[in-house]
């Protein structure tokens, strides 16, 4: 008869709540705490891996490392797990949830202010907080498996339970992250929420479950602190997060932009205006006419009667300047990833100056998108392409260096169109520029390197490439110009002994040998 009593209770919890049928008001708190604690969880690891990747380059490497040495830190925890008491499951537990909500909400944070001022421990600081984060939360689900176990629970319920829950918030997670906390929150304020979320369990749980605990007051009080503080932190990561970029920049911030794809900073020192993507120097308003002028003009000069013309990247509208320069020009498409990138250089006045308004001239079209898989769909042919991206220092990047890639462009070129591509700098790193030209030729081109100097960044690359092998540097231009002239054009082509071309291969999808040569050059002028 009891059995019978029990089984018509089963089926009444079902038709309530089918995934925690037979689970009081307290099971089912550590259920949710379950995905709770995923959901953090996941969090920090992926804040963790997209702010290495802002801040170091590489989003393959940092995040594979960073998730490695995660999980790794989670089998430590889940080990060290079986030495907690049964009589402290609950006390611990709760001790573990406002550890993690405090050393992952903090750590975006922390890990900016020590990359703004103290960039030399940045590394070993990032991976002992990621190590110890997967510590703690590898903890986490065996402890909440425990406590569910001691409550008289089935086992196997119990395990089903808390992994399909714990799987769920990772889902969870893994969703909002790049469509929504990422972009809109920002990785400092992310990390404090999902740290918020761990204080508030450990709060719930204390009190839920206080008649289990010894002091339960004074851990009450804990949980109650800690939430204090991350709230406090939640409020003030935008001015802590701007001071930690003070001390990286030096110059005055005018716009800082976390976005879906990168992080994007604007500076201002008198009249000399910056724009910083993850960190890397994209242009200097002092001196950004002479890569402009460098990029644009050897190769519209030589095109008499261009009319179509394409622009890969660019999305802060200097190139399309120059390019509209030209009344023979008809129309320009621009294809640029990041909707934050051309609506900032579109509406901000200071920044629209600095671009003439060229972003909303009517012979312009803008197409947010990824450059490869815009040209794979794309039928349209243009007299130039001008590739004007940042340098190929991540997997996403490199893939627009590949040998594929320039065969795409070639596809959309007309019989005697010019691409010019920016090369990185053939002087600091040379295996990498060079390998830029010898992708280029792989692909079917007729390669003409040239380089210039540009006091932000030294001497800078690019190549020209054509389908039949007819090009001829300018001789004149009919345009005036700040800097470049017919002198000034012969000399880009004539490459110094100290930047002679070195053997290489080229650059193709299955092995992006471009990033290894990239990180290898320029990692003997970085320390």
């Given at each position: 008869?009891?059995?019978?009593?029990?089984?018509?209770?089963?089926?009444?919890?079902?038709?309530?709540?089918?995934?925690?049928?037979?689970?009081?008001?307290?099971?089912?708190?550590?259920?949710?705490?379950?995905?709770?604690?995923?959901?953090?969880?996941?969090?920090?690891?992926?804040?963790?891996?997209?702010?290495?990747?802002?801040?170091?380059?590489?989003?393959?490497?940092?995040?594979?490392?960073?998730?490695?040495?995660?999980?790794?830190?989670?089998?430590?925890?889940?080990?060290?797990?079986?030495?907690?008491?049964?009589?402290?499951?609950?006390?611990?537990?709760?001790?573990?949830?406002?550890?993690?909500?405090?050393?992952?909400?903090?750590?975006?944070?922390?890990?900016?202010?020590?990359?703004?001022?103290?960039?030399?421990?940045?590394?070993?600081?990032?991976?002992?907080?990621?190590?110890?984060?997967?510590?703690?939360?590898?903890?986490?689900?065996?402890?909440?498996?425990?406590?569910l176990n001691e409550r008289k629970a089935e086992f196997s319920e119990v395990v089903s339970r808390v992994l399909t829950f714990d799987y769920l918030g990772s889902l969870v997670v893994s969703v909002l992250f790049p469509i929504v906390l990422a972009p809109r929150l920002g990785l400092a304020r992310?990390?404090?929420?999902?740290?918020?979320?761990?204080?508030?369990?450990?709060?719930?749980?204390?009190?839920?479950?206080?008649?289990?605990?010894?002091?339960?007051?004074?851990?009450?009080?804990?949980?109650?602190?800690?939430?204090?503080?991350?709230?406090?932190?939640?409020?003030?990561?935008?001015?802590?997060?701007?001071?930690?970029?003070?001390?990286?920049?030096?110059?005055?911030?005018?716009?800082?932009?976390?976005?879906?794809?990168?992080?994007?900073?604007?500076?201002?020192?008198?009249?000399?205006?910056?724009?910083?993507?993850?960190?890397?120097?994209?242009?200097?308003?002092?001196?950004?006419?002479?890569?402009?002028?460098?990029?644009?003009?050897?190769?519209?000069?030589?095109?008499?009667?261009?009319?179509?013309?394409?622009?890969?990247?660019?999305?802060?509208?200097?190139?399309?300047?120059?390019?509209?320069?030209?009344?023979?020009?008809?129309?320009?498409?621009?294809?640029?990833?990041?909707?934050?990138?051309?609506?900032?250089?579109?509406?901000?006045?200071?920044?629209?100056?600095?671009?003439?308004?060229?972003?909303?001239?009517?012979?312009?079209?803008?197409?947010?998108?990824?450059?490869?898989?815009?040209?794979?769909?794309?039928?349209?042919?243009?007299?130039?392409?001008?590739?004007?991206?940042?340098?190929?220092?991540?997997?996403?990047?490199?893939?627009?260096?590949?040998?594929?890639?320039?065969?795409?462009?070639?596809?959309?070129?007309?019989?005697?169109?010019?691409?010019?591509?920016?090369?990185?700098?053939?002087?600091?790193?040379?295996?990498?520029?060079?390998?830029?030209?010898?992708?280029?030729?792989?692909?079917?081109?007729?390669?003409?390197?040239?380089?210039?100097?540009?006091?932000?960044?030294?001497?800078?690359?690019?190549?020209?490439?054509?389908r039949n092998g007819r090009y001829q540097p300018p001789t004149h231009y009919a345009l005036p110009m700040q800097w470049l002239d017919a002198t000034t054009t012969r000399d880009m082509f004539i490459f110094p002994a100290d930047m002679q071309r070195v053997p290489v291969e080229p650059n193709r999808?299955?092995?992006?040998?471009?990033?290894?040569?990239?990180?290898?050059?320029?990692?003997?002028?970085?320390?």
């Amino acid at each position: 008869m009891a059995a019978c009593k029990h089984n018509a209770t089963i089926r009444i919890e079902d038709t309530s709540m089918p995934f925690i049928s037979s689970a009081r008001r307290p099971d089912r708190l550590l259920i949710l705490s379950a995905f709770i604690v995923a959901s953090c969880g996941l969090a920090y690891e992926l804040v963790a891996g997209a702010l290495a990747s802002y801040l170091l380059g590489d989003s393959v490497t940092q995040f594979s490392l960073i998730i490695g040495s995660y999980l790794c830190a989670m089998g430590v925890g889940s080990h060290f797990s079986k030495y907690i008491k049964d009589e402290d499951l609950v006390s611990r537990f709760v001790d573990i949830e406002l550890l993690v909500g405090l050393l992952g909400g903090m750590s975006a944070t922390v890990l900016f202010v020590i990359f703004g001022w103290m960039a030399a421990p940045f590394r070993a600081v990032l991976y002992v907080m990621v190590f110890a984060l997967g510590i703690l939360v590898g903890m986490e689900i065996p402890l909440v498996m425990r406590i569910l176990n001691e409550r008289k629970a089935e086992f196997s319920e119990v395990v089903s339970r808390v992994l399909t829950f714990d799987y769920l918030g990772s889902l969870v997670v893994s969703v909002l992250f790049p469509i929504v906390l990422a972009p809109r929150l920002g990785l400092a304020r992310t990390g404090f929420l999902f740290g918020i979320a761990n204080a508030a369990v450990a709060l719930m749980t204390a009190r839920v479950f206080r008649s289990q605990i010894r002091k339960p007051g004074a851990l009450a009080l804990r949980s109650f602190i800690v939430l204090l503080l991350l709230g406090l932190g939640f409020l003030l990561s935008d001015r802590i997060t701007q001071w930690s970029e003070h001390g990286v920049f030096g110059d005055e911030i005018v716009h800082a932009e976390t976005t879906p794809y990168q992080r994007l900073i604007v500076t201002r020192w008198r009249d000399d205006l910056r724009l910083y993507i993850n960190g890397n120097l994209q242009f200097s308003s002092r001196d950004e006419h002479r890569y402009h002028e460098a990029l644009v003009h050897p190769v519209l000069a030589a095109l008499p009667g261009v009319r179509r013309v394409l622009i890969l990247g660019g999305g802060d509208g200097l190139a399309a300047r120059e390019v509209l320069r030209y009344p023979s020009v008809e129309s320009i498409t621009l294809v640029d990833l990041d909707p934050a990138m051309t609506r900032m250089f579109s509406t901000s006045s200071t920044l629209v100056a600095l671009n003439k308004g060229s972003l909303t001239n009517p012979r312009l079209h803008i197409i947010n998108a990824d450059a490869a898989q815009w040209l794979e769909t794309a039928k349209e042919f243009f007299d130039a392409v001008i590739i004007d991206l940042p340098d190929p220092n991540s997997y996403g990047l490199g893939k627009l260096y590949a040998e594929p890639f320039y065969r795409m462009v070639r596809g959309h070129l007309s019989e005697n169109g010019l691409v010019v591509i920016q090369s990185t700098s053939p002087y600091f790193a040379p295996h990498a520029y060079w390998c830029v030209v010898t992708t280029l030729e792989s692909a079917g081109f007729k390669s003409y390197p040239y380089h210039a100097y540009v006091p932000s960044f030294g001497e800078w690359g690019f190549v020209i490439g054509d389908r039949n092998g007819r090009y001829q540097p300018p001789t004149h231009y009919a345009l005036p110009m700040q800097w470049l002239d017919a002198t000034t054009t012969r000399d880009m082509f004539i490459f110094p002994a100290d930047m002679q071309r070195v053997p290489v291969e080229p650059n193709r999808l299955n092995n992006q040998i471009l990033l290894r040569y990239f990180e290898d050059d320029w990692h003997k002028y970085i320390r």
